[in-house]
């Protein structure tokens, strides 16, 4: 079975632009969660949606929103880019919350 | 006091030794448990979830919860070189978070052949 899917893998973005961040969840589950990862630390929470809506949000400024579509699949867009929001960024999916949570390979952002 | 505290490491141990690892949490409320491990570069791969307290073993990974303790931890048996990355424990909240993971800053693990 195919596992979570992410595109891209690598992104370079240049300070003020936009970027739209891509998943794909495990056939079946129905909740998609966004994190971000920079280098020495664990995940942090940036969203998670279950059946289109949004169940929670964490600390992340409004520049960061997401949605999901009725394939589940979902998109994370930054907007305003700075040079902090350089992480790693990775999807997760579960069947719903409070379950395991299955990462996805993660997108790459750079930003210069 | 951080929400999820785990000891940065790096932890080495010898190939064939038992492996430990340890991670405290400050939410009494938090429901569900889990190990992750991470190898340089890529993303978190699931090991182990565990939701009630006392032992569970999943072939050479054995998770411990202890919630009057807030405490949860990861033993490897015969560690194998392959099993050197980086482990983070990540806990859900209660009832109405337990829809995100929280994270450690994760264990750097070093298996010597």
């Known amino acids: 079975d195919a596992g979570v899917t992410q595109s891209p893998t690598h992104l370079i973005k240049t300070r003020g632009q936009h970027v739209t961040l891509r998943c794909s969840p495990i056939?079946?589950?129905?909740?998609v969660s966004w994190y971000q990862q920079v280098l020495g630390q664990g995940p942090q929470f940036i969203f998670q949606?279950?059946?289109?809506?949004?169940?929670g949000r964490g600390n992340f400024p409004d520049r960061f929103s997401a949605r999901q579509f009725p394939n589940y699949s979902s998109e994370l867009n930054v907007n305003a880019l700075l040079l902090g929001d350089s992480a790693l960024y990775l999807c997760?999916?579960?069947?719903?919350?409070?379950?395991?949570?299955?990462f996805g390979p993660g997108t790459r952002l750079t930003v210069t | 006091q951080k929400e999820v505290e785990q000891n940065s490491g790096p932890l080495s141990v010898p190939e064939g030794a038992i492996a430990s690892l340890n991670c405290t949490y400050s939410?009494?409320?938090?429901?569900?448990f889990f190990w992750y491990r991470q190898y340089s570069g890529k993303s978190p791969e699931l090991i182990m979830s565990?939701?009630?307290?006392g032992d569970k073993e999943d072939g050479r990974f054995t998770a411990q919860l202890n919630k009057a303790s807030q405490y949860v931890s990861l033993l490897i048996r015969d560690s194998q070189p392959s099993d050197s990355a980086t482990y983070l424990c990540?806990?859900?909240?209660?009832?109405?978070?337990?829809?995100?993971?929280?994270f450690g800053k994760g264990t750097l693990l070093t298996v010597n052949p």
């Open positions: 949606y279950y059946e289109k809506e949004e169940r």
């Open positions: 997760a999916s579960s069947l719903d919350r409070g379950l395991e949570q299955y």
């Open positions: 939410d009494r409320g938090s429901q569900s």
């Open positions: 565990i939701y009630s307290n």
């Open positions: 056939s079946g589950h129905k909740s």
């Open positions: 990540a806990v859900t909240g209660g009832a109405r978070s337990n829809y995100k993971l929280t």
